[in-house]
Nanobody, 124 residues
Framework: QVQLLESGGGLVQAGESLTLSCAAS????????MGWFRQVPGKDRLFVAT????????YYAGSVKGRFTITRDNTMNRLYLQMNNLNPEDTGVYYC?????????????????WGRGTQVTVSS
């Protein structure tokens, strides 16, 4: 089983930037496609970004395209989300997730392993 731990969340003002990190356990990190999801209390967990196992393919939610960048470093078992020009609608708990297959996915049910999340709050 893959253990995931997010970090880097915090409180920022609109227009500022933040970088999230996700540390993954084990020796199989490079075989998993990865994703970032955002959730607000009482709301569904929403897709943010995904990256294939080797980092060659990425896909973003329309609301973050051009502002966020998902990357991975397989030598360090790390996943990142660079968030620029943040707005209040980006507020939520951000979850790192891993799926068993190589390819990108946008649905939460495609991912088997989840971190506990890190809070991002963007004030207007």
């Amino acid at each position: 089983q893959v253990q995931l731990l997010e970090s880097g969340g915090g409180l920022v003002q609109a227009g500022e930037s933040l970088t999230l990190s996700c540390a993954a356990s084990g020796r199989t990190f490079s075989t998993h496609a990865m994703g970032w999801f955002r959730q607000v209390p009482g709301k569904d967990r929403l897709f943010v970004a995904t990256i294939d196992n080797l980092g060659g393919t990425t896909y973003y939610a329309g609301s973050v395209k051009g502002r966020f960048t998902i990357t991975r470093d397989n030598t360090m078992n790390r996943l990142y989300l660079q968030m620029n020009n943040l707005n209040p609608e980006d507020t939520g708990v951000y979850y790192c997730a891993a799926r068993r297959t190589f390819t990108v996915g946008v649905r939460a049910e495609l991912y088997e392993y989840w971190g506990r999340g890190t809070q991002v709050t963007v004030s207007s």
